[in-house]
């Protein structure tokens, strides 16, 4: 173990933030399991220790990032059992209008080479609508059940890696306040940027996939953009040394980005895994289930922040990266809104857990030692505050204040709960117009 990472003040004059991309969060029965991880903590073992699965591996879900994995962990001498591929063969025919560009752009020979070498050695199931972890006596992940082709089927695994693409990490944007708008192709939130990567917040930009998905090759030509327009906005260079330095970058970046509509509408994760049902946990800081969730939103839950005050979904040590897409998605299903009028969680600092210890030399700084007010005081003077690319100054509460309000707010939504029935029941209030039947899967409908 290092040391402690110590916090810090960072001054400066303009930030360019670059968190890059997160998975998105695949709730299925069981996929707390122990024995279940995501394709992308898969990949991570292999690169950073090389560590791989050990007995009866499969892969799940969708998106290029599996078969990659699948490619590498090939390469690495691992024996896969299965790939669950939940990619429905009408989404071909749907990315098919795409085709051509995809034909075109640089993923197409890398992709090829790779699906070629996987479908050789690892036995695909395709059209699969329903998944389902299932633990053994131990209480580890025993077995997978899945649906395809309209058949209930299942098989003993030892490891399950699931995976259905990656949205940008916002954490840390939505944290500073930066506007953000919900991408219909790709079902996620993104901050909304300008094309050289400027955000709502006047001297924050962002590049990279942490502004919108679209790649490695397409992150560091977005960076080097807006990296000329910051030196531009600081007085660095003129606008047209800018406009002559972006211009290689912004064609490169036209190529890199070239095809993606394709692999978009191909690989959509398909509602019932974006929108689950009945016990599955989708909070699992807090162990909040779809159907508490659901709940929720049919008496009245207006968004994600009041859902804090019912479950207190968002407010554990993932800050919402687990159950944030979730949530916005199960309050859109249930009260046939569209998921940019539901939103999604305001944010606050730190956007990780941190501790005391971390915050020690910080701490005696006067910017962290005003907690939350620092950023919106400096952000005045055109300054930021953070630590290494981390901005944060709120300290880690006491435990005791956090399970204080904790019940305080527990209490809080089972009051407002019985109030909302009783109101009902007095006929103060109309009960709420009967919802249209949301769109749920087989999937759904049998886990
Ligand atoms: C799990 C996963 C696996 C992937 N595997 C591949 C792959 O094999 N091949 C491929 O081409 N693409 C892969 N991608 C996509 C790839 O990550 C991006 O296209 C590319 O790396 C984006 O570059 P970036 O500079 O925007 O972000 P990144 O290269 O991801 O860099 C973001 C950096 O920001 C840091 N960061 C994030 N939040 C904070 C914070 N709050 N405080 C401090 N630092 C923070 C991260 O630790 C990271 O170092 C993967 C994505 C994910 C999520």
């Known amino acids: 173990m290092g040391e402690e990472p110590q916090a810090s003040l960072l001054h400066c004059r303009h930030i360019i933030l670059a968190t890059g991309a997160q998975e998105r969060p695949f709730p299925i029965p069981g996929w707390t399991l122990p024995g279940v991880i995501t394709a992308g903590a898969g990949q991570i073992l292999l ?21 990659l994995l699948a490619y590498q ?27 051509w560009n995809f034909l075109r752009s640089p993923y197409l020979g890398k992709g090829l080479t790779l699906m070629r070498a996987v479908r050789k050695a690892v036995p695909i199931v ?41 949205v940008p990490n916002t954490n840390l944007s939505r944290a500073v306040g930066a506007e953000h708008a919900w991408n219909d192709l790709q079902d996620c939130w993104e901050p909304v940027v300008d094309a050289w990567g400027a955000t709502s917040v006047p001297q924050l930009s962002i590049a990279g996939d942490g502004a919108g998905i679209a790649g490695a090759m397409a992150a560091e030509h977005r960076g080097r953009i807006a990296a000329v327009h910051v030196a531009a906005a600081v ?59 659901r709940h929720a939103a049919r008496i009245g839950c207006q968004g994600p922040n009041q859902m804090k005050a019912f479950l207190r979904c968002g407010m554990g040590p993932c800050q919402g990266r687990f159950c944030g897409l979730t949530v916005t998605e199960l309050i859109a299903d249930e009260q046939q809104r569209h998921p940019r009028d539901v939103g999604y969680y305001r944010l606050r600092f730190p956007t990780k857990p941190v501790t005391l210890g971390g915050n020690r030399h910080a701490a005696a700084d006067p910017g962290i030692a005003r907690g939350g007010r620092a950023f919106q005081e400096v952000r005045g003077e055109g300054q930021l505050s953070g630590t290494d690319g981390q901005l944060t100054n709120v300290l880690r509460q006491p435990s005791r ?47």
């Open 47 to 67: 690169k950073t220790s090389g560590v791989v699965p050990e007995g009866r591996t499969v892969l799940a879900g969708g998106g290029p990032l599996l078969y």
């Open 73 to 99: 962990y090939l390469n690495a001498g691992v024996k896969l059992d299965a790939i669950l591929e939940t990619t429905a063969s009408s989404q071909w025919l749907q990315a098919l209008p795409h085709a």
């Open 126 to 166: 395709s059209g699969v609508t329903a998944l389902e972890a299932l633990a053994g006596e131990n209480g580890q992940l025993a077995e997978v059940r899945y649906t395809a082709g309209g058949q209930s089927r299942s098989m003993a695994v030892d490891q399950l890696l699931l995976h259905q693409g990656v």
């Open 235 to 293: 007085g660095r260079i003129d606008t047209a040394a800018r406009d002559r330095e972006a211009a290689p970058h912004q064609a490169a970046l036209a190529r890199a980005t070239r095809g993606r509509e394709f692999l978009e509408v191909l690989y959509r994760p398909a509602a019932q895994f974006r929108r689950p049902v009945g016990d599955t946990i989708v909070c699992r800081c807090e162990e909040a289930t779809a159907e508490q969730v």
């Open 401 to 447: 204040r956090r399970t204080r309000r904790r019940t305080a707010m527990r209490y809080g939504a089972t009051q407002l709960e019985s109030e909302h029935r009783r109101r009902q029941a007095s006929g103060h209030i109309e009960a709420p117009p009967a919802p249209k039947v949301p769109q749920r899967s087989s999937a759904a409908a049998t886990s």
